[in-house]
């Protein structure tokens, strides 16, 4: 397959300014540590769906009604776990908050659960 110079170039400038968009998606990431809480972990749209078993749509409904926190980088959404955690709390039942809390304690709590195990 040959493709020429004009396409070439064209394609080389396209991928460089991905490439760029991706640099930058990345030192946004990188500097989370300065923007979130040292103990604060972050949940994907399909880490979450997963976690309270429901469907992505049904997560962009709670998003659009404004009953879930969530913030975009590069197209993709994020949830912080202490955002979660009390959406988790007022709006399902318990037997889902109780394996929200299993899979995600408190900071607090990992320190109790050390300490209970000694």
């Known amino acids: ?8 170039e064209k394609w080389m400038q396209k ?5 760029s ?3 930058q998606d990345l030192k946004s990431l990188i500097n989370t540590k300065e923007v979130f809480d040292e ?15 429901v469907s992505k749509r049904t997560l962009q409904r709670y998003r659009s009604g404004g009953q879930l926190p969530f913030f975009m980088i590069a197209h993709k959404t994020y949830y912080r776990t202490s ?3 009390e959406f988790v709390r007022s709006h399902m039942d ?7 809390e ?3 304690p408190k900071p607090k709590d990992k ?8």
Do not use: C, P
């Open 1 to 8: 397959m040959y493709i020429n110079n004009e396409d070439f």
């Open 15 to 19: 991928l460089s300014k991905k490439l």
């Open 21 to 23: 968009e991706i640099g």
């Open 39 to 53: 103990d604060e972990t972050l949940l994907d749209n399909q880490d979450l769906a997963f976690l309270l078993k």
């Open 83 to 85: 955002d979660v955690r």
């Open 94 to 100: 318990f037997q889902t908050w109780q394996d929200f």
């Open 102 to 104: 299993k899979k995600h």
């Open 111 to 118: 320190d109790k659960n050390a300490e209970n195990e000694k």
